[in-house]
């Protein structure tokens, strides 16, 4: 995991090219156009900061404005100001319009963890289950009639791997992000190929049936990615939907033994 007072070594480089922006920074989406300053022919500049704006920034993306605080004192700690400043977070969020991050995420999940630990958040513990330790594999639906976790359940304890992580964090979120070993092995067997925007079912993971009453049903929008897992179970569920809380400490999470990822088949221009 890389805390925030690591961040200089990966944000001198996009420093570099953040400073050489002339006349102003642009970052642009397809229907937006953000600018460092405005035109001499146009409106008063802002008096906002350019820190200030970077805060903003972050909190358009939906960020809470202390995250959003605790992101600009971290670039700040690296030796970052200003413009360039301003100009690297917009850098490293990406192309916003299809969940491509550029580092800001990394860094936004670090802040996240350093802020829990200060406000002294509680960790949550869940077990994975490896798919080898489980029936994942492809079979077809009347196979599955009468089967129930309950009948391999002491196994499944027994391979499970154990992860720690603090409340609020997604699973997806702990996979790609979270510390200790739990975490690197879980990051091994799950993948977000769309940033956490439900936008693939790459995180898709299955439920214990003794926990899916405290984890829920999945909304339609879910079920609809969910149709395109591999393999999904009655209580399948994305990953970057399941959210740590107190009342899910020590649920049972299975990991499927492959994953369909549509995003590898949609045309992204560069």
Same mark, same amino acid.
């Given at each position: 995991?890389?805390?925030?007072?690591?961040?200089?070594?990966?944000?001198?480089?996009?420093?570099?090219? #953040?400073?050489?922006?002339?006349?102003?920074?642009?970052?642009?989406?397809?229907?937006?156009?953000?600018?460092?300053?405005?035109?001499?022919?146009?409106?008063?500049?802002?008096?906002?900061?350019?820190?200030?704006?970077?805060?903003?920034?972050?909190?358009?993306?939906?960020?809470?404005?202390?995250?959003?605080?605790?992101?600009?004192?971290?670039?700040?700690?690296?030796?970052?100001?200003?413009?360039?400043?301003?100009?690297?977070?917009?850098?490293?969020?990406?192309?916003?319009?299809?969940?491509?991050?550029?580092?800001?995420?990394?860094?936004?999940?670090?802040?996240?963890?350093?802020?829990?630990?200060?406000?002294?958040?509680?960790?949550?513990?869940?077990?994975?289950?490896?798919?080898?330790?489980?029936?994942?594999? /492809?079979?077809?639906?009347?196979?599955?009639?009468?089967?129930?976790?309950?009948?391999?359940?002491?196994?499944?304890?027994?391979?499970?791997?154990?992860?720690?992580?603090?409340?609020?964090?997604?699973?997806?979120?702990? #996979?790609?992000?979270? /510390?200790?070993?739990?975490?690197?092995?879980?990051?091994?067997?799950?993948?977000?190929?769309?940033?956490?925007?439900?936008?693939?079912?790459?995180?898709?993971?299955?439920?214990?049936?003794?926990?899916?009453?405290?984890?829920?049903?999945?909304?339609?929008?879910?079920?609809?990615?969910?149709?395109?897992?591999?393999?999904?179970?009655?209580?399948?569920?994305?990953?970057?939907?399941?959210?740590?809380?107190?009342?899910?400490?020590?649920?049972?999470?299975?990991?499927?033994?492959?994953?369909?990822?549509?995003?590898?088949?949609?045309?992204?221009?560069?």
């Amino acid at each position: 995991m890389i805390g925030t007072t690591q961040w200089s070594r990966l944000v001198l480089p996009l420093r570099s090219a #953040a400073a050489k922006k002339v006349p102003a920074f642009y970052y642009t989406t397809p229907n937006l156009v953000f600018r460092g300053f405005a035109r001499s022919s146009g409106p008063a500049p802002s008096e906002e900061s350019p820190e200030d704006k970077a805060r903003t920034f972050i909190v358009s993306l939906g960020h809470e404005q202390r995250i959003a605080k605790g992101v600009v004192d971290a670039l700040s700690a690296s030796g970052l100001g200003g413009g360039a400043l301003l100009s690297t977070v917009r850098i490293m969020s990406g192309r916003v319009e299809i969940g491509e991050d550029a580092g800001l995420e990394a860094l936004i999940a670090a802040v996240e963890q350093d802020l829990s630990r200060k406000e002294g958040k509680k960790a949550v513990k869940f077990w994975c289950v490896p798919p080898d330790a489980w029936d994942s594999a /492809e079979r077809e639906d009347s196979e599955e009639e009468g089967q129930s976790d309950n009948e391999d359940h002491d196994k499944m304890q027994e391979a499970a791997f154990l992860v720690e992580a603090f409340q609020g964090m997604s699973i997806t979120d702990v #996979a790609k992000f979270g /510390e200790g070993k739990g975490s690197e092995v879980l990051r091994e067997y799950i993948e977000c190929a769309c940033s956490g925007i439900m936008a693939c079912s790459t995180c898709h993971v299955v439920i214990g049936d003794k926990w899916f009453g405290q984890v829920g049903d999945a909304e339609e929008a879910e079920q609809d990615m969910l149709d395109l897992a591999y393999n999904p179970k009655r209580t399948s569920r994305l990953a970057c939907n399941i959210v740590l809380t107190e009342k899910l400490d020590g649920v049972m999470i299975k990991l499927p033994r492959g994953a369909n990822n549509m995003m590898d088949h949609i045309p992204f221009e560069d």
